[in-house]
């Protein structure tokens, strides 16, 4: 048996949604369960690469054989996501990162005091935009593919999302479909590339999802470095 596809490459790899706090025991979060990003961290260890995983709140416990890195916010995500891309040659961005956050941050346990309560929201930083924008600035060359969870309008969001976040790749994921997206361990996605890559995937297991996404990068990012 020769080397392993993936031998040799640091694979990066986020997983689970960001938890917001508003007060010490609240908090905005989402569906996600992180078994995509988790399917992916399989594959891509079993494959023979270099596993880190940056996982936000998951349902399940990661993987074992990868680095697990926890980060609850977005904003921790961002730095510890940031500081690792030197040394990364694959990304993927499969955690579902929250866009806002709570303005202030109770130090204590909010107090019912009024009959209605206004959350004051503000952007979190774009994680994935901000890979690609280091990317442009001279950072160095991980692959980084992106994801897209969409309700509508799957392609044409998906492919804004492909130019406006700079990514190599984007797995367009229709979280409305039966059979696919947040929890379940099955998933239906489209994948999209820079250079005009296109592909439908049937209704297909999160781990066989992962492992036809891991090809896929193999096979691009060759044809980069052929260049
Ligand atoms: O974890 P599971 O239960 O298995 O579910 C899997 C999944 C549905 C969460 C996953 O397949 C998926 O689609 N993940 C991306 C969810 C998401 O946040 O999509 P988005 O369209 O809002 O964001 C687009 C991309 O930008 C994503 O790669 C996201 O990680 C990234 N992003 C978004 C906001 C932000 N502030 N920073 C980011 O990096």
Redesign the pocket.
């Known amino acids: 048996v020769g080397p392993k596809p993936l031998a040799g490459q640091r694979v990066l790899i986020?997983?689970?949604?960001t938890v917001e706090r508003i007060d010490p025991v609240r908090y905005i979060t989402n569906?996600?369960?992180?078994?995509?990003?988790f399917a992916i961290a399989e594959a891509a260890r079993d494959q023979g690469a270099d596993v880190t995983l940056v996982c936000g709140r998951?349902?399940a416990a990661a993987p074992g054989g990868v680095k697990v890195v926890k980060a609850e916010s977005?904003a921790e995500m961002h730095d510890e996501v940031m500081k690792r891309l030197p040394e990364t040659d694959i990304v993927f961005?499969?955690?579902?990162?929250?866009?806002y956050r709570p303005l202030r941050k109770s130090e204590h346990k909010m107090k019912k005091t009024s009959a209605e309560l206004s959350l004051e929201l503000v952007r979190?930083?774009?994680?994935?935009?901000a890979i690609g924008e280091w990317k442009e600035a001279g950072g160095g060359g991980p692959f980084v593919v992106?994801?897209?969870?969409?309700t509508t309008e799957l392609e044409k969001h998906a492919l804004d999302?492909l130019q406006r976040?700079k990514c190599d790749l984007i797995?367009a994921?229709d979280?409305a479909a039966e059979g696919a997206?947040?929890?379940?361990e099955t998933?239906i996605?489209s994948v999209y590339g820079a250079r005009g890559f296109a592909e439908h995937l049937p209704r297909m297991t999160?781990r066989a999802v992962a492992e036809r996404l891991l090809n896929i990068v193999r096979e691009l990012k060759e044809g980069m470095e052929k260049r």
């Open positions: 986020t997983a689970g949604g569906d996600s369960s992180g078994k995509m990003g998951t349902d977005a961005k499969a955690a579902a990162v929250a866009d979190n930083p774009d994680i994935l935009q992106g994801f897209a969870a969409e999302k976040k797995v994921n979280v997206g947040f929890g379940l998933n996605v999160k």
